[in-house]
Protein backbone atom coordinates (compact mmCIF):
# COMPACT_ATOMS: atom_id res chain seq x y z
CA UNK A 1 0.00 0.00 0.00
CA UNK A 2 1.67 3.35 -1.26
CA UNK A 3 0.52 6.60 0.41
CA UNK A 4 1.38 10.39 -0.94
CA UNK A 5 0.84 13.15 -0.12
CA UNK A 6 0.21 16.36 -2.31
CA UNK A 7 -0.59 20.36 -1.79
CA UNK A 8 -2.63 21.85 -4.44
CA UNK A 9 -2.40 25.59 -4.63
CA UNK A 10 -5.76 26.76 -4.46
CA UNK A 11 -9.21 24.97 -4.22
CA UNK A 12 -12.28 27.53 -4.80
CA UNK A 13 -15.22 26.26 -2.40
CA UNK A 14 -16.64 22.94 -1.15
CA UNK A 15 -17.84 21.97 -4.60
CA UNK A 16 -14.44 22.12 -6.03
CA UNK A 17 -13.61 19.56 -3.45
CA UNK A 18 -16.25 17.42 -3.73
CA UNK A 19 -15.30 16.76 -7.24
CA UNK A 20 -12.20 16.51 -6.91
CA UNK A 21 -12.49 13.78 -3.91
CA UNK A 22 -14.90 11.53 -6.24
CA UNK A 23 -12.57 12.07 -9.34
CA UNK A 24 -9.55 10.70 -7.17
CA UNK A 25 -12.05 7.60 -5.13
CA UNK A 26 -13.11 6.47 -9.01
CA UNK A 27 -9.81 5.42 -10.08
CA UNK A 28 -9.18 1.61 -9.55
CA UNK A 29 -6.23 1.11 -7.38
CA UNK A 30 -7.20 4.39 -5.50
CA UNK A 31 -8.29 3.13 -1.49
CA UNK A 32 -8.81 6.40 -0.10
CA UNK A 33 -8.58 10.13 -0.79
CA UNK A 34 -8.61 12.83 2.41
CA UNK A 35 -8.34 16.48 1.96
CA UNK A 36 -7.63 18.92 4.53
CA UNK A 37 -8.60 22.25 3.40
CA UNK A 38 -7.08 23.99 6.38
CA UNK A 39 -4.05 23.73 4.38
CA UNK A 40 -4.90 22.22 1.02
CA UNK A 41 -3.39 19.24 1.31
CA UNK A 42 -4.29 15.49 0.08
CA UNK A 43 -3.12 12.37 1.00
CA UNK A 44 -3.69 9.61 -1.09
CA UNK A 45 -3.70 5.75 -0.25
CA UNK A 46 -3.10 3.28 -3.13
CA UNK A 47 -2.28 -0.22 -4.30
CA UNK A 48 0.67 0.31 -6.13
CA UNK A 49 0.31 -2.90 -7.97
CA UNK A 50 -2.84 -1.14 -9.40
CA UNK A 51 -2.14 2.12 -10.04
CA UNK A 52 1.23 4.34 -10.60
CA UNK A 53 1.73 7.73 -9.13
CA UNK A 54 2.03 9.16 -12.31
CA UNK A 55 -1.97 8.33 -12.88
CA UNK A 56 -2.66 10.19 -10.17
CA UNK A 57 -1.16 12.76 -10.89
CA UNK A 58 -2.26 12.99 -13.74
CA UNK A 59 -5.82 13.03 -12.51
CA UNK A 60 -5.28 15.79 -10.04
CA UNK A 61 -3.91 18.14 -13.16
CA UNK A 62 -6.77 17.06 -15.14
CA UNK A 63 -9.14 18.23 -13.24
CA UNK A 64 -7.81 21.39 -13.06
CA UNK A 65 -5.79 21.39 -10.12
CA UNK A 66 -2.36 22.71 -9.90
CA UNK A 67 0.00 20.54 -7.40
CA UNK A 68 2.32 22.70 -5.08
Same mark, same amino acid.
Given at each position: MG? &??FFIKEIN? =? @? @?LQSL =?? &?L &???AGV =???LIDTD?? =? #?KIEYNEKEIDLR @? #?? +?NIENSGF +? #??
Amino acid at each position: MGV &STFFIKEING =E @Q @QLQSL =EH &SL &SRLAGV =ERALIDTDDN =E #IKIEYNEKEIDLR @Q #IV +QNIENSGF +Q #IK
